[in-house]
C-alpha cells in the first residue's frame, strides 16, 4: 500500500483538461512544499513533471500545473494530448526519517 | 548532460545476494547525493535509500522495507555508487532506477534506464 492515495485511473478527450489527485497527511504533502509528479511510458524511466508543488522543469509543456490544498496534492494537464497517455505518479517529502514517499500511480487514457 | 547508467542486475534466488552499479557522467559525481528507487513489475515507484555527498557526511538512510539487508556506497574516483542486496526475498523483485541530485526532496531530473533484479526460486 502506497503512504499517498492517488485514484487508479482518470481519462479524457483530446482538448479536455483533467485532474489527478494525491492525498496525503500532515506527515508529508501537509506539511512540506516538496511536492512532485512524474509522467512515465511503458518501459521508460520516470520524467519529472512538477516540482516543488507548482514548478515545471524546463521543456516541460504548460498544460501541466500542480497546486496543493492541505493534505492533497493535484496535477492538472490542460489540452489533452495523445501523448499524455502514461502513468503519473505524485511524491512528496515526508521528513528526515521517512525522506521521499510516493503514490500509487494513475493511469492516464486519452480516448 | 547528466547520463547515469546501472548494472549488476539478474535473475538470483530468495536469500542470495546481488550488487548493482552506477556510473555517472556528465556532472562532478562527488559533489551528489545518489539515490535508488525502484518498481516492481506493474507497479508503483518506491523510495530505496540515499547517499549523501562525502562532503555532507556521506551518510545514508533507507526505507524500512529495505534496511538491514541493503546498503549504499560510493566510489567518487570511479564516479560510480553501489547497491548491495543481502538477503533478497521474492518481493525485491523490481527494476532498480539509480538517480542523482544536490539533495533528496523526491524531485528527481536525473534518472538511470534502470535495472531489473528478478528474485526467484
Known amino acids: 500500500q502506497s503512504a499517498l492515495t492517488q485514484p487508479a485511473s482518470v481519462s479524457g478527450s483530446p482538448g479536455q483538461s483533467i485532474t489527478i489527485s494525491c492525498a496525503g497527511t500532515?506527515?508529508?504533502?501537509?506539511?512540506?512544499?516538496?511536492v512532485s509528479w512524474y509522467q512515465q511510458h511503458p518501459d521508460k524511466a520516470p520524467k519529472l513533471m512538477i516540482f516543488?508543488?507548482?514548478k515545471r522543469p524546463s521543456g516541460v509543456s504548460n498544460r501541466f500545473s500542480g497546486s496543493k490544498s492541505g493534505n492533497t496534492a493535484s496535477l492538472t494537464i490542460s489540452g489533452l494530448q495523445a501523448e499524455d497517455e502514461a502513468d503519473y505518479y505524485c511524491?512528496?517529502?515526508?521528513?528526515?526519517?521517512?525522506?521521499?514517499?510516493f503514490g500509487g500511480g494513475t493511469k492516464l487514457t486519452v480516448l | 548532460e547528466v547520463q547515469l547508467l546501472e548494472s549488476g542486475g539478474g535473475l538470483v534466488k530468495p536469500g542470495a545476494s546481488l550488487r548493482l552499479s552506477c556510473t555517472a557522467s556528465?556532472?562532478?559525481?562527488?559533489?551528489?547525493?545518489m539515490i535508488w528507487v525502484r518498481q516492481a513489475p506493474g507497479k508503483g515507484l518506491e523510495w530505496v535509500g540515499h547517499?549523501?555527498?562525502?562532503?555532507?557526511?556521506?551518510?545514508?538512510n533507507y526505507a524500512a522495507p529495505v534496511q538491514g539487508r541493503f546498503t549504499i556506497s560510493r566510489d567518487d574516483s570511479r564516479d560510480t555508487g553501489y547497491l548491495q542486496m543481502n538477503s533478497l526475498k521474492t518481493e525485491d523483485t523490481a527494476v532498480y532506477y539509480c538517480?542523482?541530485?544536490?539533495?533528496?526532496?523526491?524531485?528527481?531530473?536525473?534518472w538511470g534506464r534502470g535495472t531489473l533484479v528478478t528474485v526467484s526460486s
Open positions: 500532515t506527515s508529508d504533502v501537509g506539511s512540506y512544499n516538496l
Open positions: 538517480i542523482t541530485d544536490y539533495n533528496d526532496y523526491g524531485d528527481y531530473d536525473s
Open positions: 511524491c512528496s517529502y515526508a521528513g528526515s526519517s521517512t525522506f521521499v514517499v
Open positions: 516543488e508543488v507548482t
Open positions: 547517499i549523501k555527498s562525502k562532503t555532507e557526511g556521506g551518510t545514508t
Open positions: 556528465g556532472f562532478t559525481f562527488s559533489n551528489a547525493w
